[in-house]
């Protein structure tokens, strides 16, 4: 498939190239770095994940444009004691919930959505469950 | 006055365990905001303390419905970061047995879709249908509703020439049967009235709410991973993606009903096609200790794996360390990102419309609370 827009072009200066499809982006840059994309084509955002690396937060975007193979993905890191990141929500109405489910499983907060509550927990669960530090059961 | 109205979660036609808190005004809904979680398992949890081979019974149960989609959504993902190419036979009996769910699923959709309309004869008639595919699915994989039949780098079990008879009279069945539905469901003007006009979703809105499988492409949202990242075999096979402009509760509902028809014309296909040749690689990780037990997965090593499901498209990304079990195992459950524009369809409509616009954006809960 003909890839009539290049990625790295409409993320020139906001984030640094990794390979074909991956970029590395500062925090503070998200929401330009998405709206870059969404004015290029790519319309589809399709996932947002939380890693925890137990020294630092990744942040992983997936976004991807109709009729296109491929996924661009977005990756910010954030401090492990300062889990905070501006929502994207104003340019995908269907992020909201992923940053809920996000905030809910893992506590990154993302300032600007309109509705972080917890949305699978109930609202007065204390923990964060995906969180490394929570152990559950035994691995096998 | 507004009333708050309390629907679910255990209400039949909340399709499982959904609660709407619904503000209304007589009839008309001002505001009905989706309660979801009942039944949120843990699921990404679990895979992080479960080797890889293990999880594979869990990934079944992710939607219960079409578990065979998940349970090859997941096998997948961990053959692409094991960097396995499995056999041709392989791909097709997978494409196969995946259509097939697909076409189950579908049924029983429509089945449910009639039921909460108030036509339940259509809803024995799917589950008859749907049964000789149960058989069937018990037969080639093992179980009726949930599997374990593909492994990693391969299948349990190959399909054998009988069961590939089983598979051809049970297609020709449910297309000689098919047209009977219509005449119940599209002769009918109650439900064609409960459904044209309701719930209409723009091609703005499908986009801006991340919607996708049938719900965007009534639509008129031209998505659909068979076309746009064809997996297995789909680029060899020959059918359509359907889309449709209205994107009302009945162009969901014609979306669907064509795709069984695609679905029974590329099983067909596959059947043809299916070659000769092994079923599985010499290193795959059968259940027997020493393959299973020493997967061998790169460090800092990620995958990505989006799959057409039957409800839209499902994904699994991974992350893994170098040890046997993954370290982030992420789902994208298309029923959640449906489910989420739902407070936006609904205010406006009445008490009877929300059933149908909740039974048409078709959610599954085991697949949005994972």
């Not at chain 1, 998405?34 to 319309?43: D, I, R």
């Not at chain 2, 949120?40 to 419905?65: Q, S, W």
């Not at chain 2, 089945?111 to 036509?119: E, K, N, P, S, V």
């Not at chain 2, 599997?147 to 054998?160: A, Q």
């Amino acid at each position: 498939m003909a890839k009539e827009v290049i990625p790295a072009q409409l993320l020139k200066g906001i984030g640094k190239k990794v390979n074909d499809n991956e970029f590395t982006v500062k925090r503070e840059n998200i929401v330009k770095a998405c709206k870059a994309l969404n004015n290029g084509g790519f319309e589809h955002l399709t996932l947002i994940t939380a890693v925890d690396w137990q020294d630092k937060w990744e942040i992983v975007y997936h976004i991807t444009k109709f009729g296109r193979k491929d996924v661009v993905v977005l990756k910010v890191t954030l401090p492990y004691n300062d889990p905070k990141i501006h929502s994207i929500e104003k340019i995908w109405i269907g992020a909201g919930w992923h940053e809920r489910e996000t905030y809910d499983l893992m506590g990154i907060k993302f300032t600007g959505n309109k509705d972080l509550r917890r949305i699978l927990l109930p609202e007065d669960y204390e923990e964060f469950p995906l969180r490394k530090e929570v152990l559950y059961g035994n691995r096998s | 006055m507004e009333t708050a109205l309390n629907i679910g979660p255990q209400h039949p036609s909340t399709h499982g365990v959904l609660r709407m808190k619904t503000i209304i005004d007589g009839e008309i809904v001002k505001k009905c905001e989706p309660d979801v979680g009942y039944i949120h398992r843990g699921l990404e949890k679990i895979a992080e303390n479960r080797m890889y081979f293990k999880f594979t019974p869990v990934a079944n149960k992710i939607d219960y419905l079409a578990a065979a989609a998940w349970e090859h959504c997941y096998i997948s993902c961990v053959e692409q970061v094991l960097d396995m190419d499995v056999p041709e036979r392989v791909k097709w009996a997978r494409m196969l047995m995946l259509e097939l769910q697909r076409i189950v699923s579908h049924l029983f959709w429509i089945g449910t879709l009639c039921m909460d309309i108030g036509q339940p004869t259509v809803f024995v008639w799917a589950m008859r249908e749907r049964e000789k595919f149960l058989d069937i699915f018990e037969e080639v994989m093992g179980g009726r509703m949930t599997y374990g039949w593909m492994i990693i780098g391969g299948l349990r079990d190959d399909i054998t020439p009988s069961q590939v008879t089983m598979m051809w009279h049970a297609l020709e069945e449910v297309e000689k049967r098919l047209p009977e539905y219509y005449r119940m469901t599209e002769k009918n003007h109650i439900f064609k009235k409960r459904l044209q006009g309701i719930g209409v979703i723009t091609k703005e809105e499908a986009i801006a709410y991340g919607l996708t499988g049938a719900v965007a492409r009534a639509s008129g949202v031209p998505y659909d991973v068979r076309k746009d990242d064809p997996y297995l075999k789909y680029e060899e096979v020959e059918w359509e993606m359907i889309t449709r402009e209205a994107g009302d509760c009945w162009a969901r509902y014609e979306v669907k009903r064509d795709e069984i028809y695609q679905s029974i014309s590329i099983a067909k296909q596959a059947i043809k096609k299916l070659p000769n040749g092994p079923f599985r690689l010499k290193n795959a990780a059968t259940l027997r200790p020493p393959t299973a037990l020493s997967l061998k997965t790169p460090e800092n090593g990620e995958a990505f794996v989006r799959n057409e499901c039957p409800r839209g498209e499902g994904c699994i990304y991974l992350r893994t360390d170098g040890s046997n079990f993954p370290y982030r195992l992420r789902i994208r459950g298309p029923s959640f990102n449906n489910l989420c524009i739902l407070d936006h369809v609904c205010r406006g409509a009445t008490i009877p419309d929300v059933v149908a616009i909740l039974a048409t954006l078709d959610p599954v809960f085991g697949e949005c609370d994972r």
